[in-house]
């Protein structure tokens, strides 16, 4: 079934009303007709409904029925160096469907884009509007939030938000003797910690200098094995690890 993430609020008689850009995608795009059932998630809970009447809004009624939350059993915020091109509209898809929390960009000191100011609000709507359509397309409860860039120093104060925080450093991966994520993430799984923040480079990685100012704040360094991941592919193999161990 189709899923649309709504704002509005079921009134007494469990009805909504569906409008805007997903009224016109079950009409148009969909060619949905009355008597058709959709999944509605309001407040982060999926209700099966059906459709009671279609003109430029929709309305539906709930069937009763409610639909299991997917989400990971344990929060995953990721903060990213602003990448080149679209590769954070990639990461903002991809991680979605792999069950992020939020999304962090962050103004490391190795990026090459410049984050427009002027045009940063527009950005971000497209990130966010990329976020809720890869969340309807993957069945979650939740859209995560996509934050405006950041800079280093905010990210340093943010950290203590998080029961732990893994950063990626390549350099890391060249020890002969790293830790494996894997034995790190069992360690988080028996101390049943609630969050977990992540920590990703741009195109050339974090530098030294942010590598020791997360470290002395409290952050870990993860090995994502013995290669070296690019900038896009480091927060997926992560967030893949991590539902391994927990889901």
């Known amino acids: 079934m189709q899923r649309y993430f709504v704002q509005e609020t079921f009134n007494e008689q469990n009805e909504l009303s569906i409008t805007g850009?997903?009224?016109?995608?079950?009409?148009?795009?969909?060619?949905?007709?009355?008597?058709?059932?959709?999944?509605?998630?309001?407040?982060?809970?999926?209700?099966?409904?059906?459709?009671?009447?279609?003109?430029?809004?929709?309305?539906v009624r709930q069937t009763g029925d409610i639909v299991p939350s997917p989400e990971m059993p344990?929060?995953?915020?990721?903060?990213c160096g602003l990448p080149k091109g679209d590769k954070l509209e990639f990461i903002a898809q991809k991680a979605t469907e792999l069950g992020m929390h939020r999304l962090i960009p962050f103004k490391a000191e190795r990026s090459i884009v410049k984050w427009d100011e002027k045009k940063g609000e527009k950005k971000t709507e497209r990130l966010q509007k990329i976020a809720q359509e890869a969340a309807e397309q993957s069945h979650r409860t939740q859209v995560p939030e996509i934050l405006p860039p950041i800079s280093f120093k905010q990210l340093i104060s943010l950290m203590s938000d998080y029961d732990v925080v893994f950063i990626a450093d390549e350099e890391d991966a060249k020890k002969d003797n790293r830790t494996r994520f894997a034995d790190k993430l069992k360690k988080v799984y028996d101390n049943k910690s609630k969050s977990i923040l992540l920590i990703f480079g741009p195109?050339?990685?974090?530098?030294?200098?942010?590598?020791?100012?997360?470290?002395?704040?409290?952050?870990?360094?993860?090995?994502?094995?013995?290669?070296?991941?690019?900038?896009?592919?480091?927060?997926?193999?992560?967030?893949?690890?991590?539902?391994?161990?927990?889901?």
């Open 74 to 79: 344990i929060r995953i915020d990721i903060a």
């Open 21 to 59: 850009e997903s009224a016109r995608h079950i009409s148009k795009v969909m060619r949905m007709e009355v008597g058709e059932k959709i999944v509605t998630v309001v407040d982060e809970v999926a209700y099966i409904c059906e459709i009671v009447s279609i003109s430029d809004q929709i309305v």
């Open 203 to 247: 195109e050339g990685g974090i530098s030294r200098t942010e590598a020791e100012g997360f470290s002395t704040a409290g952050a870990e360094t993860m090995s994502l094995g013995p290669r070296i991941l690019r900038a896009e592919t480091a927060p997926l193999y992560a967030l893949s690890a991590i539902s391994y161990e927990f889901e």
